[in-house]
């Protein structure tokens, strides 16, 4: 496991950003997830530490997609694509290392997911699966009655950062 600590310009940025996604997801009922500022404003920190992880740890040339579109995965690194899923920390011994059913199709065409979770100003990295460790998961419901494939473990991230490299 490996942290990050955001700073307060971190957190102002990422809220600017959190809201410009909530805007653009408004009113959209083909929505995949509750469309609220907080959730797009955890799921961006999770991004971030992500994103500044990697940095601290070597790989110099992964590029966040913080403006982006949905279309788009979290961060790139050269061609490798990675979705950072992300929970308050209070959440995560129940629903981390969970992909959404109705995003598990868009997830499995990646090459790595980084589980994080937040709690105040600092990111918790956990780790990182393959979408293939998700494949013969049966989806299950959880929480608000949403359908979710749980990984039952991730690998250590040291793992993906030697192939990033």
């Not at 990646?110 to 979770?117: E, N, R, V």
Request: charged share 25%; hydrophobic share 35%; net charge neutral.
């Amino acid at each position: 496991m490996r942290t990050v600590t955001l700073t307060q310009e971190h957190i102002t940025w990422c809220e600017g950003i959190s809201q410009k996604r909530y805007l653009r997801h408004k009113g959209n009922p083909y929505a995949k997830y509750e469309n609220t500022e907080g959730g797009h404003l955890i799921g961006l920190l999770g991004e971030l530490g992500a994103y500044l992880m990697l940095k601290r740890e070597g790989v110099y040339n992964a590029k966040g997609h913080f403006h982006a579109d949905d279309s788009l995965p979290d961060i790139t690194v050269g061609t490798k694509k990675i979705e950072v899923k992300t929970w308050k920390e209070e959440h995560w011994e129940t629903f981390g290392r969970c992909i959404q059913e109705d995003q598990y199709a868009k997830v499995k065409l990646l090459d790595y997911i980084i589980w994080t979770s937040v709690k105040d100003n600092v990111v918790t990295i956990h780790g990182h699966s393959y979408p293939s460790d998700l494949e013969n998961i049966e989806p299950k419901m959880m929480g608000k009655g949403v359908l979710n494939r749980q990984a039952p473990w991730c690998w250590d991230i040291g793992i993906m950062l030697a192939f990033l490299r």
